[in-house]
Nanobody
Protein backbone atom coordinates (compact mmCIF):
# COMPACT_ATOMS: atom_id res chain seq x y z
CA UNK A 1 0.00 0.00 0.00
CA UNK A 2 1.27 3.44 -0.91
CA UNK A 3 1.00 6.41 1.41
CA UNK A 4 1.66 9.99 0.42
CA UNK A 5 2.36 12.56 3.11
CA UNK A 6 2.94 16.24 2.50
CA UNK A 7 4.12 19.06 4.71
CA UNK A 8 4.74 22.76 4.54
CA UNK A 9 2.25 25.46 3.76
CA UNK A 10 1.03 28.17 6.04
CA UNK A 11 0.46 31.92 6.04
CA UNK A 12 2.78 34.30 4.24
CA UNK A 13 2.67 37.90 3.05
CA UNK A 14 2.65 38.88 -0.62
CA UNK A 15 6.12 38.45 -2.06
CA UNK A 16 7.10 35.81 0.46
CA UNK A 17 8.22 32.25 -0.06
CA UNK A 18 7.16 28.80 1.08
CA UNK A 19 8.34 25.30 0.38
CA UNK A 20 6.04 22.30 0.21
CA UNK A 21 7.37 18.78 0.65
CA UNK A 22 5.80 15.46 -0.19
CA UNK A 23 6.97 11.86 0.05
CA UNK A 24 5.55 8.51 -1.00
CA UNK A 25 6.17 5.43 1.09
CA UNK A 26 5.29 1.76 0.82
CA UNK A 27 5.98 -0.91 -1.72
CA UNK A 28 5.74 0.06 -5.35
CA UNK A 29 7.60 -0.50 -8.58
CA UNK A 30 8.08 2.95 -10.07
CA UNK A 31 6.46 6.29 -10.57
CA UNK A 32 5.71 8.01 -13.84
CA UNK A 33 4.84 11.52 -12.83
CA UNK A 34 4.68 13.44 -9.55
CA UNK A 35 3.66 16.96 -8.85
CA UNK A 36 1.27 19.42 -7.30
CA UNK A 37 -2.30 20.54 -7.84
CA UNK A 38 -4.09 23.32 -6.04
CA UNK A 39 -7.70 24.21 -5.41
CA UNK A 40 -8.85 27.64 -4.37
CA UNK A 41 -12.26 28.18 -2.75
CA UNK A 42 -15.00 28.03 -5.36
CA UNK A 43 -12.59 27.04 -8.14
CA UNK A 44 -11.64 23.83 -9.88
CA UNK A 45 -8.49 21.96 -8.99
CA UNK A 46 -5.65 22.99 -11.30
CA UNK A 47 -2.25 21.53 -12.05
CA UNK A 48 0.50 23.73 -10.66
CA UNK A 49 3.63 21.80 -11.58
CA UNK A 50 4.73 18.29 -12.39
CA UNK A 51 7.88 16.36 -13.13
CA UNK A 52 8.17 13.00 -14.81
CA UNK A 53 10.61 10.19 -14.16
CA UNK A 54 12.89 11.63 -16.82
CA UNK A 55 13.09 14.86 -14.87
CA UNK A 56 11.39 17.32 -17.20
CA UNK A 57 9.32 19.88 -15.28
CA UNK A 58 6.03 21.40 -16.37
CA UNK A 59 4.44 24.50 -14.90
CA UNK A 60 1.14 26.29 -15.10
CA UNK A 61 1.55 29.63 -16.84
CA UNK A 62 0.45 31.42 -13.68
CA UNK A 63 3.45 30.15 -11.69
CA UNK A 64 6.22 30.08 -14.30
CA UNK A 65 9.24 31.97 -13.13
CA UNK A 66 8.04 31.95 -9.51
CA UNK A 67 7.67 28.28 -8.52
CA UNK A 68 10.25 25.53 -8.84
CA UNK A 69 9.45 21.83 -8.64
CA UNK A 70 12.15 19.35 -7.79
CA UNK A 71 12.24 15.64 -7.16
CA UNK A 72 14.30 13.28 -5.07
CA UNK A 73 13.89 9.92 -6.72
CA UNK A 74 16.02 8.11 -4.15
CA UNK A 75 13.62 9.16 -1.39
CA UNK A 76 10.43 9.18 -3.50
CA UNK A 77 9.94 12.83 -2.70
CA UNK A 78 8.83 15.94 -4.52
CA UNK A 79 9.17 19.56 -3.47
CA UNK A 80 7.60 22.81 -4.54
CA UNK A 81 9.54 25.98 -3.86
CA UNK A 82 7.12 28.89 -4.13
CA UNK A 83 8.59 32.38 -4.47
CA UNK A 84 7.08 35.81 -5.03
CA UNK A 85 3.78 34.55 -3.71
CA UNK A 86 0.60 36.42 -4.61
CA UNK A 87 -2.84 36.45 -2.99
CA UNK A 88 -4.16 34.49 -5.96
CA UNK A 89 -1.84 31.64 -4.99
CA UNK A 90 -4.01 31.09 -1.92
CA UNK A 91 -5.36 27.55 -2.13
CA UNK A 92 -5.17 24.04 -0.77
CA UNK A 93 -2.20 22.32 -2.38
CA UNK A 94 -2.19 18.59 -3.08
CA UNK A 95 0.76 16.52 -4.15
CA UNK A 96 0.36 13.37 -6.20
CA UNK A 97 2.31 10.44 -7.56
CA UNK A 98 1.34 8.38 -10.61
CA UNK A 99 2.67 4.97 -9.64
CA UNK A 100 2.97 1.45 -10.97
CA UNK A 101 2.65 -0.78 -7.91
CA UNK A 102 4.15 -3.71 -9.81
CA UNK A 103 5.63 -4.07 -13.30
CA UNK A 104 2.28 -5.42 -14.54
CA UNK A 105 -0.15 -3.31 -12.58
CA UNK A 106 -2.22 -0.45 -13.85
CA UNK A 107 -1.07 3.10 -13.26
CA UNK A 108 -2.68 4.58 -10.16
CA UNK A 109 -2.65 8.07 -8.73
CA UNK A 110 -1.96 8.56 -5.04
CA UNK A 111 -2.71 11.87 -3.34
CA UNK A 112 -1.38 13.68 -0.32
CA UNK A 113 -3.74 14.93 2.34
CA UNK A 114 -3.50 18.55 1.22
CA UNK A 115 -1.93 21.57 2.84
CA UNK A 116 -3.26 25.10 3.00
CA UNK A 117 -1.34 28.05 1.63
CA UNK A 118 -2.63 31.52 2.43
CA UNK A 119 -1.03 34.64 0.98
CA UNK A 120 -2.10 37.88 2.58
CA UNK A 121 -2.05 41.17 0.71
Amino acid sequence: QVQVVESGGGLVHTGGSLTLSCAASGNFFSFVTKGWYRQAPGKQRELVASVDSGGGPNYADSVKGRFVISGDNANNAVYLQMNSLLPEDTADYYCYFDIYSTPRSALNTYWGQGTQVTVSS
